[in-house]
């Protein structure tokens, strides 16, 4: 249990990608239920290219979450474009993701 678990009260199914396959389909290696606090409000954010692109929402979570992810959340598909990390003043321990969604 986190330091921010009891904010924590939507949920998500993460699905942690490697790569593609021959296809060009995502190669997905874990598929995962996360806590999070999901916020469905387009923003502009920047890609891992440096590109800006408006965001579906954003979630903050205490997973580990990558860009180019795949993230379920009340039946709609989106993919993972941006990842922040973000560290408590008073301890370094606990982390909390903010991750935008398009």
Same mark, same amino acid.
């Given at each position: 249990?986190?330091?921010?678990?009891? /904010? /924590?009260?939507?949920?998500?199914?993460?699905?942690?990608?490697?790569?593609?396959?021959?296809?060009?389909?995502?190669?997905?290696?874990? /598929?995962?239920?996360?806590?999070?606090?999901? #916020?469905?409000?387009?923003?502009l954010t920047?890609n891992a290219?440096?590109? #800006?692109?408006?965001?579906?929402?954003?979630?903050?979570?205490?997973?580990?979450?990558?860009?180019?992810?795949? /993230?379920?959340?009340?039946?709609?598909?989106f993919k993972?474009?941006?990842?922040?990390?973000?560290?408590?003043?008073?301890?370094?321990?606990?982390?909390?993701?903010?991750?935008?969604?398009?």
């Open positions: 249990m986190g330091y921010y678990t009891n /904010l /924590l009260s939507d949920t998500a199914v993460l699905k942690t990608v490697d790569g593609t396959d021959s296809d060009g389909k995502p190669n997905i290696i874990a /598929l995962d239920e996360i806590d999070c606090k999901i #916020e469905f409000k387009n923003a920047v290219q440096g590109q #800006e692109v408006t965001s579906s929402g954003r979630l903050y979570t205490e997973s580990v979450v990558k860009i180019d992810d795949i /993230l379920e959340i009340k039946d709609r598909v993972v474009v941006n990842v922040n990390p973000y560290y408590p003043i008073d301890s370094s321990v606990f982390v909390i993701n903010e991750v935008y969604f398009a």
